[in-house]
């Protein structure tokens, strides 16, 4: 496969040959769907593919190993990586990014396709700023706190998981008339917390967005206990403002202490699990559109999806800004739960 570069004036042909594919940060489920169509469609354009394992850090270690197509047989389905993942604080200084680039060298790496979250692209400006290797990323992150796409894989996995869990809660909240405060992910983005509180049907959502008002909230549970509501479920991010499941308990308990407050963080049952399907045609799509991206010169972007569509945007527009929720969102959350 054959790519163009400018180069002092003149039009370079280069060949890239050898592409190295990496999950970075916290998994997430529908990374291995993103593996499996990356290695495929390199190998479908006879380019070589290199898995780097632990992220960042098996980069700088250089535990990078050639890949085959039957590497990524049967895995589709299954959440975690195949690659494995890491936190690197390496990769956060200057000598580890050095040693990182030295292993891309060593190894003939000549591309990457980089599966990660905000983490992931924030460390990738960084290296990008020192080294010239083409890379294009896939947003693989829970969390779905990036810009330039209007979901992340493993997003609605993740939110599926938590609504099966808050259902299940639902059941025996009732049949004790308890009330229960349910913790899910997002340290910074209360997306998983608004989106399973709204599909459950929950009487508030604490997200991370909005400074929570928690007299409003115990004002709210007065009045379910006067109208004799017999549950009450409140979700909250990990991430919230108030402090998280706890604190919110607290504050309960003291206000009314005859109540009987359960709290229950579903923590990383959220993470795990088969991908649903739409996590898999997502991490399909988004695979296959990063490695033509590279092929065609379009690098140092992130492949995301907006009202449908693949779209490319540059690493440094996708890492966080101040994400608002929508206010039409918030309102009718409000609405519902009277
Ligand atoms: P998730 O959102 O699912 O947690 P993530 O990609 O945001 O995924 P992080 O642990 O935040 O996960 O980031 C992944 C890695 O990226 C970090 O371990 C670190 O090695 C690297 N990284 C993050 N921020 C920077 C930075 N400012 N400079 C250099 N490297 C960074």
Do not use: W
């Not at 909240?173 to 709204?198: C, K, P, Q, T, W």
């Not at 559109?289 to 779209?311: D, F, R």
């Amino acid at each position: 496969m054959v790519f163009y570069n400018f180069n002092r004036g003149n039009l370079i042909e280069l060949i890239m040959k050898k592409i190295g594919v990496m999950t970075s940060g916290g998994d997430s489920p529908g990374m291995n769907a993103a593996i499996r169509s990356v290695v495929r469609t390199c190998l479908y354009n006879n380019i070589n593919v290199y898995g780097i394992k632990r992220g960042y850090q098996g980069m700088i270690e250089g535990d990078i190993y050639k890949m085959q197509t039957t590497d990524v047989s049967n895995i589709i389905q299954r959440g975690g990586t195949i690659l494995k993942t890491a936190r690197s604080k390496a990769f956060m200084t200057e000598e580890g990014r050095q040693e990182a680039y030295r292993q891309l060298m060593k190894h003939d790496i000549e591309g990457l396709v980089l599966i990660g979250g905000d983490g992931t692209f924030r460390g990738a400006v960084k290296f990008f700023e020192q080294f010239t290797i083409p890379a294009v990323g896939l947003p693989g992150t829970i969390d779905k706190d990036l810009s330039g796409t209007d979901f992340t894989i493993g997003f609605d996995t993740a939110v599926n998981t938590a609504v099966e869990a808050i259902d299940k809660i639902r059941d025996t909240a009732e049949a004790h008339d308890r009330l229960f405060i349910v913790e899910v992910m997002g340290r910074d983005a209360g997306y998983i917390a608004l989106n399973s509180g709204i599909a459950c049907g929950a009487e508030d959502i604490l997200i991370p967005e909005q400074i929570t008002n928690i007299d409003e909230v115990l004002s709210r549970i007065d009045r379910d206990e006067r109208r004799k509501k017999n549950v009450h479920i409140i979700v909250v991010a990990e991430g919230d403002d108030f402090g998280g499941s706890k604190e919110v308990s607290s504050a309960i308990t003291s206000r009314f202490p005859e109540l009987d407050v359960r709290v229950c963080i579903l923590g990383h049952i959220q993470r795990g699990g088969a991908p649903s399907f739409s996590d898999r045609v997502l991490a399909s799509r988004l695979g296959h559109a990063a490695v033509n991206a590279l092929l065609s010169g379009n690098t140092q972007v992130m492949a995301g999806v907006v009202n449908g569509k693949i779209c490319f945007t540059p690493f440094a527009n996708v890492i966080k800004q101040n994400s608002t929720i929508d206010a039409d969102m918030l309102e009718m959350i409000r609405v519902l739960s009277e």
